[in-house]
């Protein structure tokens, strides 16, 4: 069973070991491979979002944070990252983050969310997004510099919550 909760600093070493292998392939995360601990772990966990962690069977295997999109009078709007651990995959980890994420937006008080980039060959993300209500609303070109396909299109998606 997947459970989801605030993580804690008790949680970094092992949210650091997902990000440092989800952003190694280069190929989903803007983040260079190379990117240090301390960068990650910062960028994370920064006071301005709300972090979390999913659980299986006590074994951290995902996190998510949500925040604003923008500042001020576009804070109205969530915005969000999400990471699965690699070994993980395919066991509705990121589907349970993104439904439970949705949920805690509207908590929280927005009325939205956005992801400003959605790497278009990143189809397990689209297909996840799309399937809880995202819509697909602009394209960027060569926006993300694949390191197996070069420069690749982005997305943004939307939905309202």
Same mark, same amino acid.
């Given at each position: 069973?997947?459970?989801?909760?605030?993580?804690?600093?008790?949680?970094?070493?092992? /949210?650091?070991?997902?990000?440092? %292998? /989800?952003?190694?392939?280069?190929?989903? &995360?803007?983040?260079?491979?190379?990117?240090?601990?301390?960068?990650?772990?910062?960028?994370?966990?920064?006071?301005?979002?709300?972090? *979390?962690? $999913?659980?299986?069977?006590?074994?951290?295997?995902?996190?998510?944070?949500?925040?604003?999109?923008?500042?001020?009078?576009? +804070?109205? /709007?969530?915005?969000?990252? *999400?990471?699965?651990?690699?070994?993980?995959?395919?066991?509705?980890?990121?589907?349970?983050?993104?439904?439970? +994420?949705? %949920? %805690?937006?509207?908590? !929280?008080? &927005?009325?939205?969310?956005?992801?400003?980039? /959605?790497?278009?060959?990143?189809? $397990?993300?689209?297909? !996840?997004?799309?399937?809880?209500?995202?819509?697909?609303?602009?394209?960027?070109?060569?926006?993300?510099?694949?390191?197996?396909?070069? !420069?690749? +299109?982005? &997305?943004?998606? &939307?939905?309202? !919550?």
């Amino acid at each position: 069973m997947i459970t989801i909760r605030k993580s804690t600093p008790e949680d970094h070493e092992a /949210v650091w070991t997902i990000i440092r %292998e /989800v952003i190694a392939g280069g190929d989903t &995360y803007v983040f260079s491979p190379d990117s240090p601990r301390e960068k990650m772990l910062a960028f994370w966990f920064a006071p301005d979002k709300h972090t *979390y962690v $999913a659980l299986e069977d006590s074994k951290i295997v995902g996190t998510f944070f949500i925040k604003d999109n923008q500042v001020d009078l576009g +804070s109205h /709007v969530a915005n969000a990252g *999400y990471m699965t651990a690699p070994w993980a995959r395919g066991m509705g980890i990121g589907k349970k983050m993104g439904e439970f +994420s949705l %949920e %805690e937006a509207r908590r !929280l008080g &927005y009325k939205a969310m956005q992801f400003n980039i /959605v790497i278009s060959s990143n189809h $397990a993300a689209v297909r !996840l997004w799309t399937s809880l209500g995202f819509k697909i609303i602009g394209e960027i070109p060569e926006a993300f510099d694949h390191r197996q396909l070069g !420069l690749t +299109s982005a &997305y943004i998606m &939307y939905r309202k !919550l």
